[in-house]
């Protein structure tokens, strides 16, 4: 009870020391009429003691000095005349004169003897399908309110009068009405008065370019003409939505990048756009149209793996690849690259998504030498594989008695694990594993006598379950050559292989250094062959030969590289 007494004799001590005021009338506006100015007001009461008079004081400055242009006894009036027949603009101020000793006068506000001020219109707003105007205040006091106007093809059309607010939104605008409709802001006093009409302001249309074909990109260009008239701009920020969810802002940028990208657009993608302008005065975001498009772009080529090669008998390639979806059109190349630099070639009828390129153009492949492919989309963007290398294998007989085999590495620069299989191969494409799991890069076999050898690598890559499995070339060796040549042979023999004459190899020689001459009793050549598969069928010049003996001789290089001669005779029998 204490606390609440002390807070009250405060509060009258400093209601004490206040000092009184007498109110000013209520300066509501002026308005010319016959060469001379209305000034109308409003009284207001005041109750300090008996009221003597209104004071009205003029200047024809706005800063003075102010002299006392009449003094009215009247307490009912609300209005005077000043004559004015030059139309000069005057400033005004009322105040009253009460009998109220030390209590001080306070004046009203200066109006002048002009229209308002034309207020600023700032911009023009499209949110969620309404316009929002926005405009600054008139700078002069009389005004009372803002009449929003259309412009249209006959005048301008009073849509509506707001008292002290600055913004106004229009709902029901057609869409396509947005950006055509113009507007401009007035102001009004009490006396009638309004203000010169301002800026006519429309919405900013947006439009885009770009998301589609080759080009993932899309440029929005808001107007420039409907931005420039707008309020001084501080930047320009693009707003997104992907597939109807909300608005995103991107960053802003200069105001005068009137060229707004996006680079995150995905095949497909349904996209809307609006443009947001902000101010330096004012505060306030302007936006534009909404410009929506879905995204129609060809896809890039995607990179992928090359998961070995394998170079066949004939020179052709078998390629297996990681299967990376890429679409078609591309165009793909093969480079070889060898020791020699590199060479280039177009890979036709390329069926993307396979797994597995097939090369049956022979090609010039040998140890060494590596590949890769470039594939290039029809917007000119390229992906190039790693290289890889195939498996060459070279066999040493070593004294007839052993098989000593190396080979070449399957290279493809990828994680994952790479073994080795040795196969000895034969004659009706069958295939016997020798050795299995390898990762050493030579093995041993002692098998004698002929036989043939390939290397099957098998890689499987990093995290997938499916291998892929590689031929090597084949190589065969043979054992020591054993020769057999019959004494006698006959063309009309029933058995083929007694119906010519030729001799029998255990290990077939090579051609090089092959020769077998059959002679008559004079000395005469009568046939002669550098084919080991080709004999003498007992013809001379198309005419059968004589029965008889005949002298032959024979020379074949070994499969160690040694040369032999035979001579003999054999009997034609018929």
Do not use: H
Not at 56 to 84: C, H, K, Q
Not at 99 to 106: A, H, L, T
Not at 113 to 127: G, Q
Not at 339 to 357: C, K, N, R
């Amino acid at each position: 009870m204490l606390q609440r007494c002390f807070t009250l004799l405060v509060l009258l001590s400093l209601t004490a020391w206040l000092p009184a005021q007498i109110a000013a009338p209520d300066f509501l506006c002026t308005r010319s009429e016959a060469g001379g100015e209305i000034l109308t007001w409003a009284n207001v009461a005041n109750d300090c003691g008996p009221y003597l008079a209104t004071e009205i004081y003029r200047s024809e400055s706005v800063g003075g000095p102010f002299t006392l242009l009449t003094s009215i006894a009247d307490a009912t009036l609300t209005e005077y005349r000043d004559e004015n027949p030059a139309g000069q603009q005057l400033f005004y101020f009322l105040q009253y004169r009460y009998d109220c000793p030390g209590v001080q006068e306070v004046t009203s506000d200066t109006l002048d003897s002009f229209i308002p001020v034309t207020p600023e219109l700032r911009y023009v707003s499209i949110e969620d399908g309404d316009l929002v105007l926005s405009w600054s205040p008139s700078p002069s006091p009389e005004v009372s309110g803002y009449v929003i106007l259309e412009i249209t093809d006959t005048g301008a059309v009073a849509l509506d009068t707001v008292a002290t607010d600055t913004s106004y939104r229009i709902p029901g605008v057609p869409a396509n009405e947005l950006t055509t409709r113009q507007y401009r802001i007035a102001a009004i006093d009490p006396c009638g008065n309004d203000s010169p009409q301002g800026t006519i302001l429309t919405g900013v249309s947006l439009v885009g370019l770009g998301g589609e074909g080759c080009e993932s990109r899309v440029f929005l260009n808001p107007d420039p003409d409907a931005l420039a008239a707008f309020a001084p701009l501080v930047a320009l920020e693009l707003y997104v939505s992907v597939n109807g969810g909300p608005y995103t802002g991107q960053g802003p940028v200069p105001a005068d990048s009137l060229t707004l990208i996006y680079n995150e657009g995905n095949d497909q993608d349904s996209l809307c756009f609006y443009v947001a302008a902000t101010f330096t005065e004012g505060g306030g975001s302007a936006r534009s149209e909404v410009f929506c498009k879905t995204i129609r772009i060809n896809q890039p080529v995607r990179p992928f793996d090359l998961y070995g090669i394998e170079l066949g008998d004939g020179g052709s390639l078998r390629i297996p690849y990681q299967e990376g979806g890429n679409p078609a059109p591309v165009t793909a190349e093969l480079d070889l690259i060898g020791p020699a630099g590199q060479i280039t070639y177009p890979l036709t009828d390329l069926l993307l998504g396979s797994g597995e390129l097939i090369v049956t153009d022979p090609l010039p492949f040998g140890p060494g030498d590596a590949a890769r492919i470039t594939l290039t989309d029809d917007c000119g963007r390229a992906v190039t594989t790693n290289a890889v290398q195939p498996v060459f294998l070279a066999v040493e007989d070593v004294a007839g008695q052993q098989a000593q085999l190396n080979w070449t590495p399957l290279t493809n620069g990828l994680t994952g694990q790479i073994t080795y299989t040795v196969l000895r191969s034969f004659p009706d494409g069958t295939n016997d594993s020798v050795a299995a799991g390898l990762q050493a890069l030579q093995f041993s076999d002692d098998t004698t006598g002929n036989r043939c050898y390939r290397i099957l690598a098998t890689f499987v890559p990093e995290g997938i379950d499916t291998s892929y499995s590689f031929r090597s070339n084949e190589v065969c060796v043979a054992g020591p050559t054993a020769v057999y040549v019959p004494n006698a042979f006959s063309p009309t023999a029933r058995q083929d292989v007694n119906g010519e004459f030729r001799p029998f190899f255990t290990n077939p020689p090579a051609s090089d250094g092959y020769r077998l001459q059959v002679f008559n009793r004079w000395g005469g050549l009568v046939f002669e062959s550098t084919d080991p598969g080709i004999g003498w069928t007992g013809d001379i010049n198309g005419r059968a030969a004589d029965v008889g003996a005949y002298v032959y001789t024979l020379a074949y290089v070994g499969p160690g590289g040694n040369l032999s001669r035979n001579t003999g005779v054999v009997n034609l029998i018929r």
